[in-house]
Every structure is written in structure tokens, then in C-alpha cells.
């Protein structure tokens, strides 16, 4: 079973700034199988990208997700206030069949 | 534009049995390149995949829930169910729908709390 460890826990940026938020496998994965969500209080996540690179409709390009074999990245630029949120990676294992997903990390905008 | 909208009881007993339910509108749950997924999340923690099913019926589960676990899908009534045996207070979360494609996401219910409790 692949493992997902987000890096790091909590970041805190300001508005305008870059954020860089990462996505560790335990073992090399597909890029195909890789794919980013942001969650805000009391809602459901959304998908924001989807096989590690594919913006998911009506994601703005600030989003960005890259990467490949054990390391991945969702970046997100020109930050907004809106943006706080946790976000979550995601990965699709075949063998066996079953979707993980990272422990998250808290984008705060201040 | 695709809905998802659990329901179900929002209290159970330990030892029982907690059944949902996702009614999907907008949308049909035919098609191969869809599967109809649950996924919980434990209050103020992260996302556990439960279990899909197909249009055709297939499923697959949680390799940590499979024995507890049950999942099918009535095409007619656009809708799929969940049912979780012998629930414990571990089991207490917000349940939520989801429809998958390109092997994601993209479609959620609101999602349902769920609390195992006597």
C-alpha cells in the first residue's frame, strides 16, 4: 500500500506570495495516478488537479501541480485570502485496487 | 450540473449497522468510465477512501473495512448505498459521496455526519 506524507504541516503565507506544498510517495508512482484537493471548513474537498498536472474545471492556472516518480508538488501563486484551506493529495493504487490520501496541509494566508 | 446528497441517520448504535445513502441528479450513474464512491472523514481529520461501485455492480472496498462493509448501487433510482456493519465509535465521521473519473474526484455530496453512539 503506498503511503502519502504531505510536507509541511502547516504553512503560513501572505497574500500575494507563493505558496509550495508537497506530496511524498512511499514508493515511485505513475504521475497518471496522482491528483490534489482543497478543503475549506464545513465543506466537501474539491478537486483542483488531476493526474498530477490537469487543472480540474474552473481551477485558475495559479493553481499548478508537477512532479513525478516519488515527489510532487501543487504550487500556488499570487496568493489569496480565499486560498486558506487544507489540501489534500491523493493517489489511485491498482494492486490493489484502493485510493489513498495524505494527511494534508494547512495553507494559511495572513 | 451533477448533485450528490447523502442521507441516512445521523445516530447509531455500537454494534449496529449504519446505512446512507447518495441520490445523484443531473447526471445518470450509467457509464463505464464512472465509479461511485464513499469517502469518510473523522472529525478534525483527514480523508479515508471507503469503497467504490460500477454501474455494473462491481465493487471494491477498503482493505480495513472489506469485512464490515457493503456497497451497491440501484441504477434505477439513481442512487448507491452504504452499509457499514458493527459500527464503533471509530466509525464516527462525516460520510461523504463522490463520483469518480480520471482516477479522482470530482463530483462531492455535501457530506452527512455519522456518529456511532449509545
Known sequence: EIVLTQSPGTLSLSPGERATLSCRASQSISSRYLAWYQQKPGQAPRLLIYIASNRATGIPDRFTGSGSGTDFTLSISRLEPEDSAVYYCQHYGSSPFMYTFGQGTKLEIK | ?118
Open chain 2, 1 to 118: 450540473q451533477l448533485q450528490l446528497q447523502e442521507s441516512g441517520p445521523g445516530l447509531v448504535k455500537p454494534s449496529e449497522t449504519l446505512s446512507l445513502t447518495c441520490t445523484v441528479s443531473g447526471g445518470s450513474l450509467s457509464g463505464a468510465v464512472y465509479n461511485w464512491d464513499w469517502i469518510r472523514q473523522p472529525p478534525g481529520k483527514g480523508l479515508e477512501w471507503i469503497g467504490s461501485v460500477y454501474y455494473s455492480g462491481t465493487t471494491y472496498y477498503n482493505p480495513s473495512l472489506k469485512g464490515r462493509l457493503s456497497i451497491s448501487i440501484d441504477t434505477s433510482k439513481n442512487q448507491f448505498s452504504l452499509r457499514l456493519h458493527f459500527v464503533t465509535a471509530a466509525d464516527t465521521a462525516v460520510y461523504y459521496c463522490a463520483r469518480g473519473q480520471n482516477l479522482a474526484f470530482d463530483y462531492w455530496g455535501q457530506g452527512i455526519l455519522a456518529t456511532v453512539s449509545s
